[in-house]
Nanobody, 115 residues
Framework: QVQLVESGGGLVHPGGSLRLSCAASGSTFRINAMGWYRQAPGKQRELVARIISSTSTTYADSVKGRFTISRDNAKNTLYLQMNSLKPEDTAVYYC?????????WGQGTQVTVSS
């Protein structure tokens, strides 16, 4: 079992920045990939970014060049640095972890980009 706790969401003006964090606990030694997904009202959940190692990352086209995913293995924490935020980035952001034993989700954190 892996437990995930997200933090860092909030309200920000267009062009602003936020950093999301996801702290993992439990069977963290079994973690393979970690990622961030988001779900806007009335839309399906979509992949934002995924990281397997520092040299293996994947980003949605809509966030390339603006968002950066990273992980601190010593702290079992996943981060998402979001810069140049746009209103269309407004969504609930979910942390996702893939392990040998299954896939786990965080509770979600709201990000609202509005003037």
């Amino acid at each position: 079992q892996v437990q995930l706790v997200e933090s860092g969401g909030g309200l920000v003006h267009p062009g602003g920045s936020l950093r999301l964090s996801c702290a993992a606990s439990g069977s963290t030694f079994r973690i393979n990939a970690m990622g961030w997904y988001r779900q806007a009202p009335g839309k399906q959940r979509e992949l934002v970014a995924r990281i397997i190692s520092s040299t293996s990352t994947t980003y949605a086209d809509s966030v390339k060049g603006r968002f950066t995913i990273s992980r601190d293995n010593a702290k079992n924490t996943l981060y998402l640095q979001m810069n140049s935020l746009k209103p269309e980035d407004t969504a609930v952001y979910y942390c996702n972890v893939v392990t040998l034993g299954g896939t786990y989700w965080g509770q979600g954190t709201q990000v609202t980009v509005s003037s």
